[in-house]
């Protein structure tokens, strides 16, 4: 079953720190890159960090670098987000999705299976 399934989430104060993880129990994860999205109310959907199928390169956005970090345990089949310094701004729905990794990429255009996603709010 190639489903990705999101946890972590929750209620924060602002500062504060949260893990995410995006298990994908009925895929061989080493094949595929993850992207992590969030949607924010009355926003689109935009993509905030990537990761390729051995873990070895990330790429993010500018509005989480240097306080949310992507990374991977294919062993466990689970991809991580971790975020800290959390601002209101990163109140939204967030979600994984995989893409099969075929040319090395970090992050790809199209990501075929998504998650439905966990809800983070930042607020005091």
């Known amino acids: 079953q190639t489903q990705l399934v999101e946890s972590g989430g929750g209620l924060v104060q602002p500062g504060g720190s949260l893990r995410l993880s995006c298990a994908a129990p009925g895929f061989i994860l080493d094949y595929y890159a993850i992207g992590w999205f969030r949607q924010a109310p009355g926003k689109e959907r935009e993509g905030i960090s990537c990761i390729d199928s051995s873990g070895d390169s990330t790429n993010y956005t500018d509005s989480v670098k240097g306080r949310f970090t992507i990374s991977r345990d294919n062993t466990k089949k689970t991809v991580y987000l971790q975020m800290s310094n959390l601002k209101p701004e990163d109140t939204a729905i967030y979600y994984c999705?995989?893409?099969?990794?075929?040319?090395?990429?970090?992050?790809?255009?199209?990501?075929?299976?998504w998650g439905r996603g966990t809800q983070v709010t930042v607020s005091s």
């Open positions: 999705a995989a893409a099969r990794d075929r040319w090395g990429h970090v992050c790809y255009t199209e990501y075929p299976y």
